[in-house]
């Protein structure tokens, strides 16, 4: 099988469970909407965007969560629906917010949700400043709305107390711990500390490895009424892969094709994005040069100059070749586990996508 058929089939947006996830999706949002009192024609496109977003995207932390659930055993599928939902609701709620803290404007080539609220309000008249802060209000809200229908999911699941209790304790622990993480990754953008290699992996793994991995199979692992050795198995399994997930976006998001990726490769050069990529650039010669382009690279030849020396710099090599390894031994934990066949296929087929996906 080819690595293109293998990220076809780990990512492919066409499954059996994408109608009922959608559909579900949906109502989870209609039954929100009634629940906000009378508002404005804003607050209303607000929740409408919300829905039209929940429509979209690969669906990939949902599907890891369903997948395991039958593999595991699982039997309720309503139970596992609901958590899916969650999972993704917590994405786009972090989608979201991260497009504020990155001050982005547009994602997939299209406006976001701070970027289309922002161009109404200078429609009508509002200053550059203002319209801004409309968009980015928005944004916040809208993510905190996402972050609150995602927690509703979970604490509705009809299951004993006990294993609600823990559900919930294991989606608060990866929120807490992808919010430190992201919180670790703002505050290394400012470059008031060395930042070394152990340090920028460390981030990875708390900022994108806790929700997009972890979460998902841990919460149907718990559902599903597996045992606490196969939960821990699971964890440092799902670990592993998001951090092969986080290199290659970082590789993506410096040398990737925007149009495929819809992530913009001036973001993480415009806001001084500490990336494994840039720490190990940093022993370069051609580093020091460049150094006062990291974090204001406006210009085109800046961004150019920059990505010339991070690749001369044996940068990009490096990270694929960590990429390379941390994706063997991930395969070697895969193999080890005692996983049944089904799911240690699934996980195989998703970490061999995470390193070679292009988009």
Known sequence: ?????????????????????????????????????????????????????????????????????????????????????????????????????????????ELNITGAFAMDAVMLGASHDDARAWGEASSILAGDLMLTRAHSLLARIDVDAERRHALLDAFEDAVHESAAGEHRDVWLSMHLEPAGPDEVLSMMEQKTAAYSFQAPLVLAAILAGAAPSVIAELTGIARRIGVVYQLRDDVLGLFGDEGRTGKSTVSDL????????????????????????????????????????????????????????????????????ELPDALRERLAAITRACGARDA
């Open 270 to 337: 415009r806001e001084g994005k500490e990336t494994l990529l840039s720490a190990c650039a940093r022993s370069g010669a051609g580093w020091s040069e460049v150094e006062p382009l990291f974090g204001d690279a406006t210009g085109r030849g800046g961004r150019e100059r920059l990505r010339q020396v991070v690749r001369e710099s044996g940068a990009l090599a490096i990270v694929e070749s960590v990429i390379a390894g941390r994706r063997d031994e991930v395969h070697r934990l895969i193999a080890e586990a």
């Open 1 to 109: 099988m080819s690595e293109r058929t293998i990220e076809r089939t780990a990512f492919d947006e066409n499954t059996s469970d994408e109608t009922a996830l959608n559909e579900r999706l949906r109502e989870a949002l209609t039954a929100a909407t009634r629940r906000a009192p009378s508002s404005s024609v804003a607050f209303e496109r607000l929740w409408s965007t919300l829905a039209a977003m929940t429509a979209g995207g690969k669906k990939l932390r949902p599907r890891l969560l369903l997948d395991a659930y039958a593999a595991l055993g699982g039997s309720d599928e309503r139970a596992a629906m609901d958590a899916a939902c969650a999972v993704e609701l917590l994405h786009l709620a972090f989608v979201i917010h991260d497009d504020v803290i990155d001050r982005d404007l547009t994602r997939r080539g």
